[in-house]
């Protein structure tokens, strides 16, 4: 029990401290649960204790939620549902203690309680949480195909009203305490440092519920509402996660039989559901991603890092303004400088609504809003104190090495230049600079502020410190960073253009439009290829498709597809025309009939096999193969970050690599030959497959 708990009893109040030894902060684990069983022990048998207080010892967390890595290496699901069913009999037990004891139980809660952390406090009496924006509540298991398995599905909708915790339940948001108060998940909000004395105070005067407990919402009874609020909800997951994500739907189900048939039938569901979700592919492959991420930055070596506290940015567009933000809200101090007045009061704008949007949800203090705004700097100024500089401008080669020149005049001789490109060659920005091997790609995603990934794009003569210095400072932006090599169209780029390439090729040989989009969203895509161009701009997928990359597909004995460039030439920009693919101009955004003027007349007759998606698809796939067989990449691990968080490529199948693996190296291979006699030489599998499939291994060591 030490290892977990420390315990002092001031009268009648027993002080529960959470202090994991063993780690940063307190995680739910098989050995935390035999130690809270002897907790548990010890308040019912203690008499002298009427109070009990539980309270984080670790800086900003109170219970982070469960110990992933030791969840994800079960043998069996068998062991998932006897987890969740020994979680769901322990809190029964710290609930029913003042039922059966008349002991009192107060979550007094600084920091993160998510997951199984929230699960804890909901089966306490009274919660009282911490004014601060280190203080998260919410149960994020379906972010990895999961559900709460500690009572979550059934405490949550009687604590909060129905709407709201399904909400919570299907979404995985976080909470801030201002929302978590008004909506009656917690019964008191309290600055940080009054969070021992509020608690004290509770414990001995006593704090109302706002909460319902077990006591159901009127309207929960009737069970033609709860009906309708469930098959609301039913449909709305149904849509938005499309069929290939069990969890939403395993999370109704539980809430349904628990309001319909009591808390005992409900947690009993509850733990079935916890074991059939833990053994499906799905929730495999997003916990083997999360758990990537996390690894990530102990994969890129940061010994020879400069520290980085003040950056700048040329180009106060979507993209310079969108680096500022992530800079600005870490606590850096940014100078942001374009040739055009209105760009720069523009971000100064962005800027400031976002940060206000986060005090307003609690996320920041006001405080702490003012402060980071006051870090923000407008035009050239003092360019010299900066530690890096980043050039945010437009996708000209010529522009950029301009610009280079420029700075490299205005910074100091450890000032790191990057370039936020997508696929324009870093040494080429590079060429025409004093000191090349300071310039180094910094390729962000829009919009910047929401994407999580940045490719750090390194060339041969950059030495350590410039690439670990650039990757130090994506990681303190918050983005998850992997390193990629100086080669035509980097990573991400090439295999999208791949990707882009095989439906334009597609829509020549006749499928619709529409169709093809679906096809891929069918396959697991947020939004399809036509539909991304038109989005992005057929401009900008032109001039990247037809540029650099086209160079790679040239040597392996194909062509890209030339016609974004007669799109272009001819207006067809995509949205932000009128028309492209599809056509804005109308309200329900028809397929655009004058394409069937630059591919085959045939566009749209429904020909196509049931192939299509998967077709696509696999372009993309074995680009990523090339991509690594190349050294593009470092790591299979990167390529699916990559793929997923840069891309969109299906989190459920865990991206490129992933995926070859659980199809089967040989059986991916063929699939991709067969593809090759039917489309031609662009289907060539890559040949890293070969010796893979000679030795039998796979990517990843267990598949």
């Known amino acids: 029990m030490k290892d977990f708990f420390e315990l002092d009893q001031k ?46 010892r670790k800086k900003d967390t109170f219970i982070a939620g ?137 414990a001995s005067h006593g704090l109302k519920s706002r909460t319902g407990s077990r006591m159901l919402p009127w309207y929960l009874n ?36 628990g309001l319909s048939h009591g808390f005992e039938k409900g947690v009993q569901t509850e733990a079935r559901c916890f074991g059939e979700l833990h053994g499906s592919a799905v929730s495999k492959n997003l916990v083997h991603l999360f758990m990537n991420m996390q690894a990530s930055k102990g994969r890129n070596v940061l010994d020879h890092a400069q520290t980085v506290r003040s950056i700048g940015v040329v180009g106060a567009g979507l993209m310079g303004s969108g680096i500022a933000e992530v800079s600005l809200a870490k606590g850096l101090q940014v100078r942001i400088d374009d040739s055009n007045q209105k760009a720069l009061t523009r971000a100064h704008k962005k800027v400031h609504a976002s940060f206000q949007r986060k005090v307003k949800k609690g996320a920041m203090t006001a405080f702490q809003g003012d402060q980071r705004l006051s870090g923000l700097h407008l035009g050239k100024g003092d360019w010299n104190g900066c530690d890096l500089v980043v050039e945010a401008v437009f996708e000209d080669l010529e522009l950029k090495q301009t610009l280079v020149r420029d700075l490299e005049s205005r910074v100091s001789d450890r000032t790191i230049i990057a370039s936020n490109t997508s696929a324009l060659p870093i040494h080429k920005i590079a060429a025409n600079a004093t000191h090349p091997a300071r310039i180094v790609g910094m390729h962000y995603f829009s919009p910047v502020p929401k994407m999580p990934l940045l490719e750090v794009v390194a060339q041969p003569s950059n030495p350590d410190w410039v690439v670990q210095t650039a990757v130090k400072l994506g990681q303190k932006q918050g983005k998850t960073v992997i390193v990629v090599q100086d080669r ?27 169709e093809i989009d679906s096809a891929l969203i069918a396959f697991g895509f947020p939004v399809g290829p036509l539909a991304l161009l038109d989005e992005v701009g057929i401009d900008v997928g032109a001039h990247v498709s037809t540029g650099v990359v086209a160079d790679v597909f040239r040597q392996r004995g194909f062509e890209s597809n030339p016609v ?21 101009r109308a309200s329900d955004k028809p397929e655009n009939p004058d394409m069937k003027r630059y591919f085959n007349e045939q566009v749209g007759s429904p020909q196509q096999s049931d192939e299509l998606g998967q077709r696509i698809a696999y372009a993309m796939v074995n680009e990523a193969l090339f991509c690594l067989q190349e050294g593009v990449i470092r790591s299979p691990d990167d390529g699916d970050l990559g793929a997923i968080l840069g ?27 067969g593809l090759a006699k039917r489309h031609g030489e662009r289907f060539q599998p890559a040949t890293i497959l070969e010796e893979l499939d000679k030795n039998g291994k796979p990517f990843f060591g267990g598949g």
């Open 66 to 202: 469960a110990d992933i890595k030791a969840f994800s290496e079960m043998a069996s699901s068998d062991e998932a549902v006897h987890l969740s069913r020994e979680g769901n009999r322990l809190l029964a037990r710290l609930e029913n203690l003042q039922r059966d004891f008349e002991k009192t139980v107060i979550a007094a809660i600084h920091g993160a309680a998510l997951g199984g952390g929230l699960e804890v406090a909901l089966a306490c009496h009274r919660r009282i949480v911490t004014r601060s924006p280190k203080t998260v509540l919410g149960l994020p298991e379906i972010k990895l195909g999961l559900l709460p398995g500690g009572g979550g599905t059934q405490r949550l909708p009687r604590c909060v009203a129905l709407p709201t915790a399904l909400d919570m339940l299907l979404t995985g948001r976080n909470i801030h305490p201002k929302r978590a108060y008004k909506m009656g998940l917690v019964d008191a909000v309290v600055e940080p440092e009054a969070l021992e004395a509020a608690a004290a105070h509770a």
């Open 488 to 514: 035509p169209g980097f990573y991400t780029t090439r295999i999208l253009c791949a990707y882009l390439n095989e439906a334009l090729m597609a829509l020549e040989e006749g499928a619709g439009i529409r």
């Open 564 to 584: 974004l460039k007669k799109l272009v030439a001819d207006g067809l920009l995509g949205r932000k025309s009128g028309a492209g693919f599809y056509d804005y």
């Open 222 to 257: 009737n069970a033609l509402a709860r009906k309708v609020i469930l098959s609301k909800a039913r449909q709305k997951a149904l849509e938005k996660a499309g069929p290939h994500y069990p969890a939403p739907q395993k999370i109704l189900e539980c809430v349904d039989v």
């Open 647 to 673: 891309l969109g490529f299906p989190p459920f199948r865990g991206g490129p690599f992933r995926f070859v693996d659980q199809m089967g190296i040989s059986a991916f291979r063929k699939e991709m030959e």
């Open 11 to 56: 009268g009648d109040i027993l002080w529960v401290g959470l202090d994991q030894k063993d780690g940063p902060v307190n995680t739910l684990s098989n050995r935390m649960l035999t130690a809270f069983e002897e907790l548990l022990a010890h308040i019912e048998g203690e008499s002298s204790i009427r109070s009990v207080i539980l309270i984080s």
